[in-house]
């Protein structure tokens, strides 16, 4: 990753990149330098409308070219998007598509923050707002040119405090960033103060279910909320002891009308054995959701402060 403008050096580590551009000439994947991979490129539209498709069906075609021996085996697959994209119709294309939510698994979502210009950003632009609250792990850049200021801090508090933060100068290794320590999903980390509702009707809040948690009843209850909300359900990410394996927790993750395969974990990643998940949506009220998963006697976490609803 650069913060300047120069090319960027990335080591898929036996992956392939996607470079989705906007615009008729195709300028993006000339500023990067591969040291291994291959890079593919999806012109003439925005991943999250005009193309999803084609990203599907060439993420199926590589799969079935990688079984075939036709290119060289990898382990991770990267899709950069362009900087108008929703990252939400994006992973709902992958967990819509019985094919790649069986061979493939969502680890995190990368989102880059103009130190710079980030605030502003974020107050005029909807996609910006929803990239960040979607993150996994934010990326501040350009703090060559700016310090990461408190009107930016305060904006990303609100808007996502559970993503994990890095400065892109502080990280010369761009796999460790986009890749992580590798492996499934983590956790989810729960919202460690009450979140207000979010410029553009963005919100992200964490749920604790104290009641016992069936798989059936879970996936009524999520299939519900994303059959009746789904284009409002941005995200959702959680971490769930169901009934009848409480010994391994399951990964669950969600996005608008789509449902990932849970991941099942060896352990549990910490002492916390509660199941818990954390929601990103757009105009809906968390009295709506909790009502969905009553059966579970759902609490929000942190509970809201007093005189709240």
Request: charged content about 25%.
């Amino acid at each position: 990753m650069s913060s300047s403008g120069l090319p960027i050096r990335v080591n898929p580590r036996g992956g392939q990149l996607f470079i989705n551009e906007i615009g008729e000439i195709a300028i993006d994947h000339h500023l990067v330098n591969f040291v291994d991979g291959s890079v593919l490129e999806l012109p003439g539209g925005c991943l999250c409308c005009a193309v999803r498709e084609d990203l599907a069906r060439t993420l199926r075609s590589l799969l079935d070219r990688r079984e075939a021996g036709d290119i060289r085996r990898f382990r991770r697959i990267v899709v950069e998007t362009t900087g108008l994209a929703d990252p939400a119709p994006i992973l709902f294309t992958l967990g819509a598509d019985p094919m790649l939510d069986h061979c493939l698994h969502l680890a995190r979502v990368v989102t880059l923050i103009d130190a710079a210009q980030g605030a502003q950003s974020l107050d005029r632009f909807a996609e910006a707002g929803r990239q960040a609250a979607l993150a996994d792990v934010l990326v501040i850049t350009k703090t060559d040119l700016a310090p990461l200021g408190p009107a930016l801090v305060r904006r990303l508090d609100a808007i996502n405090s559970r993503a994990e933060r890095v400065f892109a100068a502080d990280a010369p290794d761009a796999g460790t960033v986009l890749f992580g320590g590798g492996g499934h999903a983590g956790a989810p980390t729960l919202p460690a103060a009450p979140v207000a509702a979010h410029t553009h009707g963005i919100d992200a809040f964490g749920v604790i279910l104290e009641g016992e948690v069936s798989r059936l009843d879970f996936a009524r209850a999520l299939g519900r909320l994303a059959g009746e909300r789904g284009a409002d359900l941005l995200r959702v990410k959680g971490i769930v002891r169901f009934a009848d394996r409480p010994e391994r927790p399951a990964v669950v993750q969600a996005a608008q009308h789509a449902m990932f395969a849970p991941e099942w974990l060896d352990d549990w990643p910490d002492q916390d054995r509660r199941s818990r998940l954390v929601f990103v949506v757009h105009d809906i009220p968390r009295e709506e959701i909790l009502a969905h998963f009553a059966f579970a006697h759902p609490v929000p976490f942190p509970p809201p402060q007093a005189g709240e609803g």
